[in-house]
């Protein structure tokens, strides 16, 4: 009993964090089994000042690699692509009125909730070392 | 074939102008005119062209161009036969050759209508914004700070479309009225991807025709039918219903009951087609529940010309802006709080979206958009009103008077358009016995109503038709029984821009202040790369005004359009010596639609001949992002290939074609390409394409460096679109208009609109903006073959010399053979802005603080500048910009040691206006010389102030104004 408790608060704490190199990063609850996704603050960098979050509709099912919307900056529009597989299950209304979020904290400022379709995908992924080792070559 | 017998009847007219003993070698060169505007267009005179061929280590032009184009690649057939191409005859001749020309074109009295209408273009806007190199020769605004002036009125423009609709935000105008429609199809189809989309039968017909055309290649279908009948209940197939008012017949529809009502919850698209001058008394579209609402803004004082050029407009609800294709006008701050405008959203453009862009048309009607906007600024919302009460009374009066005669005419509510039922052979009656023109349709006679039209010319119509009927009836009685209608307007255009410059004073002023803040050609060089800014002669542009060009309707019978046929089969006839190609098609309206329209050419081949899955289109990616946009609206699919170095990767190449083999399309290439450098693997390619089956389009941007030495039919390519707004001297327009025929190969003949396999239509008229024609073909004319030949070569003088002029300073990115470029070079910032933190942005700013327009920014390589200096431009004004750049690396270097702070310095807070110059608070770390007159040239010369400082985009584009502010804030 006492284990189990343990067991659950340990997983009601237990977030995956996981990148990809273009620059996406993804944050999977175990406990929910939701994960958010976001942009990185190299590629919010990149971007420059970000002026509108185009979003995909809530129920789209997507495969890896797949558009999820795009973030326009003033000067590209650039496209999120999907980590892993799966279906979105919320996006963040706050961005409609301020995209700047993601130029304040974008490791904090998740775009999309989605439901994966394959947990163990996330294995394919960059740990954090792994994807600063790409940006910082 | 009479088509082409035609054609050489006429080219040997025009041989015999010029006159015989200019061009006999036997007469002495001192009995020749003196009036020839080669020495003129080219800027530098013989002492200037020597010392610049010493900087280049070249003897003479010829052996300049030796270095430079590739042997292999060099044709100079076509212009070695005075047959082909003609010789050159002197400013004077031409003048009067196409004042002959244009008197061969009637004028007869019109009532044609059907989306064009005659209208008196204020003399005040006539000669100080169409006739005007101050407005005519500026650029797009892409540097804002420069380009307040034409950005202002521009946002005037777009205030008057959403006050006239209803509409939330307008765009900055589009080519023509049909292609809105097609663009209106297009966002219906991407938003609520459905594949079928509705036309009222009553829309404008070619407005149809080219909604058909361009869904045909997207697979989209169309039906036309009966709005007002049609049984919507299958509506959730379709994504938009398409409909005008007036319609094509006239008739005032309130469509309100449908999209409020039969279709309220129905997720579709739905569009108004519509006319500005109704809006002044009639219900908006936005009122009748439109989303979207399109129509053309010629009648706002803009000359008929035959077709064009014209500004279209498209305005949509807030929802769908992001969505909308071409530019939008913004107001955002500069560095100092001041507002200050720009073009907004441009992320949507095609030059940053490619494939995914919303639309392929990069351009805007600026100049004509600009007129209409000044016209509703001169008349005011009153005036507008009175000139629609005016035009609605007259066609109610000749209706009423008809209808007096016993003839039976079309009931319903109109607005400008009358419909006479029954009354055959009317037409030719007053065409031949009265020389008016009208429009017929089956037994009926149609009459179109405009500002030009008077009471009188009622009467006279009055009178033909008691002839035509035999009848007699009382004028005067009918004409005091007609009343304007009560407006269903609430106030509209309250800002005070609208409601203070009636005067034309006033008016003059105003034009006069934008004009001003403004960098154009009568400034200074506009060096930017792959545009080709070259002079734009004032005898060039004279014959636009001719009255035999400037007022005809383009569905003006045959018989009366003489003169636009002789001056349309020439300019065809020397594209198709220039480019060495069978055909030409003068129909697209733009750069853009012209790839479009070659590469609809393209599928229409594959399709005839049973190859309708060749749908595959290769770019390579150093392609203007115009390429792969026009491939997706053709319904090709963009596989894109590598560049290596500047050069097409063969292996890439190669693979691309394999993985593609059956259904390749064609590619898109660009040459010399966007690197400004002539590639000798290009005949390689082009065989290796035709090989597999595909055909080759080639992008026409840089003409400029083949005219006369080589071209694209000697090089092999099937398809070839001309930028005659860039090689051959028409205008800018300061954002538009633009003209892109194509010229293609024999293969390809068949499928130019309007022959016998027609690919469909691309205008809203065969000869899309015919009336700025006279611009190429005095170039032709005037320049002969001699001198465009000089051009080309002068062209690579000019750059060759301001690369090795700046070699030391920057990185020149790209060289062809003997580490020449062509026409065109590019210098890499990237160095710079790690050494040192400047940017290429930085360096594009400080420009104007020089006086200068900057080169090109970050195309096609991000970080860079391309500098294209054309053949116009002296070596004065070169030695000038030299200069400057060598400054600005003196600058720059001062930034890199500490000298100048890293962030307070000259560069990064460029440009300076003239009252931060002057505020007695000058807190910066340099001098209040350094910023506004850092060399001694500037300021004897004087120079363009930057009205704004750097402007914020992030602050635009987040919180998009897109219209004149309204009354209440000029109170705040």
Redesign the interface.
Known sequence: MYMRSILKLRQAFSVLTKYTKDHEWIKYDTQTKIAKIGITDYAQKEL??I??V?FQKVGLVFKTHQSLG?I??????ADIYAPVAGEIVGINEDLKDS??LINEKAEETWILQAKLQNESELDTLLDKQSYEKIINK | MLRSIRLIQRVANFSRLANPHEVNPKVPEWFKSTDYIEPRFIGSETQQVNEMLKTVQAKSLDELVDKIIPKEIRSEAAFQNPDNFPDAIPESAMIQHLQSLANKNKVYKNYIGQGFYGTHTPYVILRNVLEDPGWYTSYTPYQAEISQGRLEALLNYQTVITELTGMDVSNASLLDEATAAGEAMFLANSWFEKKKFFVDNHVFPQSIEHIKTKAYYLGIEIVVGDAKTYDFKDVDQYCGVLVQSPDNLGEVHDWSDLFKHTLKDAKILKVIGTDLLSLTINKTPKDQGANVAYGNSQRFGVPMGFGGPHAAFFAVEDEFKRKMPGRIIGISKDANGKPAYRMSLQTREQHIRREKATSNICTAQALLANMAGFYATYHGPQGLQKIANRVNCLARCFAKLAKSLGIVIKEGRFFDTVVLHNTENLQEYLHYNASINVRKIGQDTIFSFDETHTLQDVEDLFNHLQHFTKKKADFMSVVQKVIPYKSERSPFLQQKVFNSLHSETEMLRYINYLRQKDVSLTKSMISLGSCTMKLNPTSFMLPVSFQGFSQLHPFSPLSCTQGYQELTDNVEKWLCDITQMEAVSLMPNSGAQGEYTGLLCIRKYHIMNGQRDRNICLIPISAHGTNPASAVLAGLNVVPVNVIDGYVDLNDLNKKIKENEKALACIMITYPSTYGVYEDQTKKIIQLIHDHGGLVYMDGANMNAQVGYTSPGYLGADVCHLNLHKTFSIPHGGGGPGLGPIAVNKRLAPYLPGREHSLGSVASSLFSSASILPIPYSYFGQLGRQGAKKCTAMAMLNANYLMMSLKNDYKVLFTGQNGMCAHEFIIDIRPIKQESGITEEDIAKRLMDYGFHAPTMSFPVPGTLMIEPTESESKSELDRFIEAMKNIKLEIEKVKNGQYDKNDNPLKNAPHTQDQVINSSWNHKYSREEAAFPLPFILQRGKVWPTVSRINNAFGDRNLICQCPSVSDYQQ
């Open positions: 420059g000042d002026v509108h185009d795009a326009e900056s003033v000067k590209v529009a995209p700047n």
